[in-house]
């Protein structure tokens, strides 16, 4: 009932945007909303939810994972049920900003409370890797089965569908997850201007990657949102270091096995997105693939997300947790380079990049999370889980503005334009490769510092044995 109900929570959160684009045509013509409109409906979504994992996670680990998971799961269904009232585009956006928080509350905890179902590592992995396989089948199938949907239903069923697996996942929790323990949560104050400095920040650097795709490099208004994520950031860590009681408390983050499996998020976080934005360009700008036909291009990376998942908890057997990330981030970084040095040139390179990038972030995204859990004390598993995925969220949204601002900056004219000449299809192909060599490095970067890392945690353990 427990694991029903924690998939059932993961799903919903990775359905939620795959089901909802291959609308977002009907939705512009039948409630007369533009491009930039468009983009807000899905993109809010990502911002409201990574913008407030964090300050959720640190109120669940206080007052209890089960009871704001199972509030999250309330304010989803209402949510849900109020998109067949939804009259206007701003409705819409209202509706998935609320459906954002309602994610912010629930996955964070998904991830805490598999983790504290069982004792033994192996089974926190095997646990974590049905969870997580459950919720990949959204991405996978989401946008095949909302096209069948729209075909005999309103696009409002997209969204409705949230209403009972809210549902099955509330029962799975409410019935096969015991209550939190007093002794299991904290009781220091809430750090309110930390939660507000924090969330601004991660709000910010979610908005500049829109911003860079929406406005282009030339403008101003992204490299503004930029500055201001960093000013926001380096006032939350300032003021997280003087606080008496932080919201994070950065000696956490600095432990050994923490900062490696964030680094290893990061890495994958990266590496996925940003190979799926240039990909997806290339198939359909360069090569000249329909949508349809570029979407069965990037099946490979579907296949293995899902089937990746049965090879997890044998490997983790065979060769630890430590040499698990450390080949499953090896993976994510050959990928990448694999794309950016021969990419450009046949097909078959770009399936190679997809499943070693799909298949090291398969495993690295359950060993990652369960390192990170095992790195915190017992009463903050929660934000230790918020921390996994902002993590994987921040990065991503780094992953598309890199990639994104390297195009702007090599290539001449109108991207979306029709009819290249030799010289721009030149310009965009040198500018793939650039920006997938400039994602190796900084994944390559981000792979060493979590080795690192996870090599001081062991030796630290083997100093405490």
Known sequence: MALAG??????????????????????GRELSASTTV?????????????????????????????????????????????????????????VRAVMGLAAAMTTPGSLALAFRLFDEDGLRVRATTLVSTVGLVGPALGPTAGGFVLAVAPWQVLLLVNVPIAALAYLGIRRGIPADRADELHRDPFDGAGALLGTAAIVLALLAPTLFADTGAASALPWLATGAAVVTAVLFVVRERAARHPLLDLRLVARPLVSSGLAFKAASGLATAGLGYLVTLQLQLDWGWTPAEAALGMLPQVVVLIAGGAAIGPLVARVGLDRAAWLSAGAVVCGLAVYGLLGRFAYVWVVLALVLVSAGMRVVGVVAGTNVMRGLPGNRTTMGAALVDTAGEVTAGIGIAVSGTILAALFTGDIAGSGWNPHQTAEFREATTWAGLALTGLAAALAAWGITRGRRGRQVGADSA
């Open 6 to 27: 924690l998939s059932a929570v993961f799903l919903f959160e990775m359905l939620d945007n795959s089901i909802l684009n291959v609308a977002l045509p009907t939705i």
């Open 38 to 94: 468009l983009q807000w409906i899905t993109g809010v979504y990502a911002v409201v939810f990574g913008g407030f994992m964090l300050a959720l996670g640190a109120l669940a680990d206080r007052v209890g994972r089960r009871r704001i998971m199972l509030a999250g799961l309330v304010l989803l269904g209402a949510a849900s049920l109020a998109t067949a009232f939804v009259t206007s585009a701003q409705q819409l956006i209202a």
